[in-house]
């Protein structure tokens, strides 16, 4: 098992400051195919990976309008996720900033978290907003059932990896 430090940055008194406060989340249905990818990368994350102090791993499944709940007070938040956009299944895209933002599909159920949404919504309380990096994959079914499809399977540890250079 590797072990990830996070270094953060020194006050000019010359004395660590506090670790870093992110989280690692995961968002899908692991009932629903290629949707529960987020889970299983969260879960290789993990078992690769010692996490430092600071960083908190949450799988949040469908938390439709609540996801602005779950991202108040973190630094900094990754979002493993399955993603719409161009490429073959098992394809990982990594997006930060306007990036996601641009590229988000609107929800299309209650239960379908929005990002965009939730950090409009914590802007709009004034409080602040996480830096957040979407590190997700094209799916290549979305249906009831709880195997993952071969090209999406093959890419839960490359998702992993990254999550965990992108706590780096």
């Known amino acids: 098992m590797e072990t990830l430090t996070l270094a953060a940055p020194e006050p000019a008194t010359g004395t660590p400051g506090p670790a870093p406060r992110a989280a690692v989340v995961a968002l899908g249905s692991v009932v629903m195919g290629d949707d529960g990818t987020g889970a299983a990368a969260l879960a290789t994350l993990e078992a690769r990976y010692a996490l430092p102090a600071g960083v908190e791993v949450l799988d949040l499944g469908t938390p439709g309008p609540y996801l602005a709940e779950y991202l108040r007070g973190y630094e900094a938040v990754i979002v493993l996720d399955t993603v719409r956009m161009p490429g073959a299944p098992g394809s ?18 209650p239960h379908s978290p929005d990002l965009g949404a939730a950090l409009a919504d914590l802007a709009l309380r004034g409080e602040p907003v996480p830096e957040v990096t979407v590190l997700g994959v094209v799916p290549a079914r979305i249906a009831a059932g709880t195997d993952l499809s071969p090209a999406v399977d093959q890419a839960v540890p490359f998702l992993a990896t990254l ?3 992108a706590l780096r």
């Open 92 to 109: 990982l895209h990594v997006l930060s900033g306007e990036d996601f933002r641009a590229s988000a599909s609107p929800r299309l159920t």
């Open 163 to 165: 999550a965990a250079a």
